[in-house]
């Protein structure tokens, strides 16, 4: 099985069966490894992969490391796929293709403070490569890459890919802050303009990334860091 080949500023290291990439990738980031350690786990059925930052800025600006991968994410899928396949993302980390849900993304940060800078931040995520149902058609709204015509996609490419893709976005990040990944996120984003159950409007999202629910005349936000994992 060959190993996915990171750009400079990253470094790749293979989980072992039944390692999960998130946890372990917590676990190395709390013993001190680098910023850009990404973590991987390529089974038959799916893909894991969870990267490591070390961030410079209070958790609240760092969460936009979500996102990011996240955006990442879709324009190396994007890339790879055939044209006719749409990838979106949700507000919450579910990653969707032709409109059903066939991954998800999630974070983890040393501390919880919004306003203190977290030691370490990760952000993992995981694709379904091969249907696991014998019955697909059961669940309509789960799928996987194979069923969606991706089949020539392959584990390691599509981590190359999104590596790839993914340093693009921290750059011009780091450059230009929030408001090119803002615009990009929010042409990706699934449900804005719907109710959400007892919830009310999503109406979008505020600079920051959080979660604009209007609810007769009143609106609230839900930041993004209420997404973070328990660590």
Known sequence: MSHPVFPPLLSGHPAKAGEDPFEKAQAMAALGCDGG???????????RVAIVFAPEVPLQDA?????????????ALG???????????????VICVNGAKCGTMKVAASSAEAG????WLVVGWELALL??????GETPDVT?????????????????????????????WQEEGNAP????????????????AGSGVFLGTDERFG???????????????????TV
């Open 37 to 47: 350690t990404v973590v991987y786990n390529k089974q038959a059925d799916r893909l």
């Open 131 to 136: 249907p696991t149902s014998d019955a697909p």
């Open 144 to 172: 996987a890459l194979y069923d969606e015509g991706c089949a020539d996609v392959s584990a390691t490419q599509l981590v190359e890919s999104w590596s790839r893709h993914m340093l693009t976005w921290l750059n011009r």
């Open 63 to 75: 969460i936009a490391m979500l996102p990011l991968c996240a955006v990442g994410f879709q324009n």
């Open 211 to 229: 979660m604009l629910i209007r609810e007769g005349e009143d609106t609230q936000i839900r930041p993004l860091t209420e997404l973070l994992e």
């Open 116 to 119: 203190e800078i977290p030691n």
């Open 181 to 196: 990944l803002h615009a990009e996120w929010m042409g990706l984003l699934r449900g804005v303009g719907e109710p959400i």
């Open 79 to 93: 890339a790879l796929a055939p044209p006719e396949v749409a990838v979106h993302l949700g507000w919450d980390g």
